[in-house]
T-cell receptor, first 114, second 113 residues
Framework: DGGITQSPKYLFRKEGQNVTLSCEQNLNHDAMYWYRQDPGQGLRLIYYSQIVNDFQKGDIAEGYSVSREKKESFPLTVTSAQKNPTAFYLC?????????????FGPGTRLTVT | KNQVEQSPQSLIILEGKNCTLQCNYTVSPFSNLRWYKQDTGRGPVSLTIMTFSENTKSNGRYTATLDADTKQSSLHITASQLSDSASYICVVSVVGGGNKLTFGTGTQLKVEL
């Protein structure tokens, strides 16, 4: 899991509530990413940030929001607008946004919304 | 559309045996190909990363091959161990894509006694 921490490991919420997932890294990486993993599907990119105070939508950004106020932190908020939020969420980071660099993943947060 | 397809979807082998996992991709322009190991409920961990010019790369008992002409890669596991039981994910990155990755759905490997 390297120097990336995600908390909590398990999260339960009622439908209609917003929830924020934490991601912190001490690797001094510039770029950070949020992915969603569902059974039988490959990881899908939600949002990514290549530098502080800047971020871009990934392939499935609807219903999610992020902030990047500090280099070390990239929290993800799952809003009530996300129609199917129950999933395993993974945060990753890399030295820069250049594709030649390795992405390191956190341990993940499993979100269950009922 | 950029895609990464893996086969088989799942595989069961006996401890000590070898196995080979396959990955075909249509991602273009290709930057590099990675194999990750993901234990259940954990984040993926990198095994190998290969660029266009590399044909093979090893990491202990794991050996990855790449044929950029046919857009195929394989991951060979030698002398399997129970701890090799995991999902193995093939991942391809695009040139100039901001390190955006295209993920395969993975091969679920189970090693049994």
């Amino acid at each position: 899991d390297g120097g990336i921490t995600q908390s909590p490991k398990y999260l339960f919420r009622k439908e209609g509530q917003n929830v924020t997932l934490s991601c912190e890294q001490n690797l001094n990486h510039d770029a950070m990413y949020w992915y969603r993993q569902d059974p039988g599907q490959g990881l899908r990119l939600i949002y990514y940030s290549q530098i502080v105070n800047d971020f871009q939508k990934g392939d499935i950004a609807e219903g999610y929001s992020v902030s990047r106020e500090k280099k070390e932190s990239f929290p993800l908020t799952v809003t009530s607008a996300q129609k199917n939020p129950t999933a395993f969420y993974l945060c990753a980071s890399t030295i820069t946004g250049d594709s030649s660099y390795e992405q390191y993943f956190g341990p993940g947060t499993r979100l269950t919304v009922t | 559309k950029n895609q990464v397809e893996q086969s088989p979807q799942s595989l069961i082998i006996l401890e000590g045996k070898n196995c080979t996992l396959q990955c075909n991709y249509t991602v273009s322009p290709f930057s590099n190909l990675r194999w990750y190991k993901q234990d259940t409920g954990r984040g993926p961990v990198s095994l190998t990363i290969m660029t266009f010019s590399e044909n093979t790369k090893s990491n202990g008992r794991y050996t990855a091959t790449l044929d950029a002409d046919t857009k195929q890669s394989s991951l060979h596991i030698t002398a399997s161990q129970l701890s090799d039981s995991a999902s193995y994910i093939c991942v391809v990155s695009v040139v100039g894509g901001g390190n955006k990755l295209t993920f395969g759905t993975g091969t679920q490997l189970k090693v049994e006694l």
